[in-house]
Structure formats: C-alpha cells, structure tokens
C-alpha cells in the first residue's frame, strides 16, 4: 500500500521559515521521483518543486532562491525547506509520488500517481 504523509505545516509571518516533510510508506520509495505541489482557495493546484532519484531538482519562478527540495532515500522521507516565505506562499501543500528515474514534465500534476492528504501553511502579512 502505497502512502504519502506530509508534515511541518503551520502559521507564519512574511519573511519566516517552515521545513515541510513527506514520509513514504513503501519500500521501493528511491526510484520514484517525488514533488511538492501547493493549492490556494479558489486556485488549481500547482506544482512547486520536484526531484529525481538522483538528486536533480525543479522550481517553479517563484520560489527559486527560496525553497529547497530534498529527499532521504535511507528514511523514505522528502522535504522541502521554505525561507522568506510570503503571504502569497498560503496554500495547502501536498506531496506526490510517480515511479521512475526522471521527473519529466516535473509539474504535471496528471504525471502523478500518489498524493498526501497535504498540509496547511499560513503565511501573514
């Protein structure tokens, strides 16, 4: 059973930090390639970031220079680092999982086949 829970989430103000975690429950987890996706009221989800098994990542404009994605492969957990979060960053953000060495079409949201239920992240002005 394949099983994606996210964590980290919660109340910021503009210009603070959050480290989101995503912990996968099977054991083949290193050879998926892995994204964090992001979804505000009223907006459609949209893919932030994203990494192969090889380490090799993808941003979307807004969050390059401040977000960092990386994954554990030895504890079958993902992560995303947040810096100068801001108050447009809100959204409840999801983790997803597809099998395969390579994150092509990295935000695609239909390339993935497993999501996390997600978690909140406030950010005040």
């Known amino acids: 059973q394949v099983q994606l829970v996210e964590s980290g989430g919660g109340s910021v103000q503009s210009g603070g930090s959050l480290r989101l975690s995503c912990a996968a429950s099977w054991h083949t987890y290193s050879s998926y390639c892995m994204g964090w996706f992001r979804q505000a009221p009223g907006m459609e989800r949209e893919g932030v970031a994203a990494?192969?098994?090889?380490?090799?990542?993808s941003y979307i404009d807004s969050v390059k220079g401040r977000f960092t994605i990386s994954r554990d492969n030895a504890k079958n957990t993902m992560y995303l680092q947040m810096n100068s979060l801001k108050p447009e960053d809100t959204a409840m953000y999801y983790c997803?999982?597809?099998?395969?060495?390579?994150?092509?079409?990295?935000?695609?949201?239909?390339?993935?086949?497993?999501w996390g239920q997600g978690t909140q992240v406030t950010v005040s002005s």
């Open positions: 990494i192969d098994i090889y380490g090799s990542t």
């Open positions: 997803a999982a597809r099998p395969g060495q390579w994150c092509r079409l990295p935000f695609a949201r239909d390339e993935y086949n497993y």
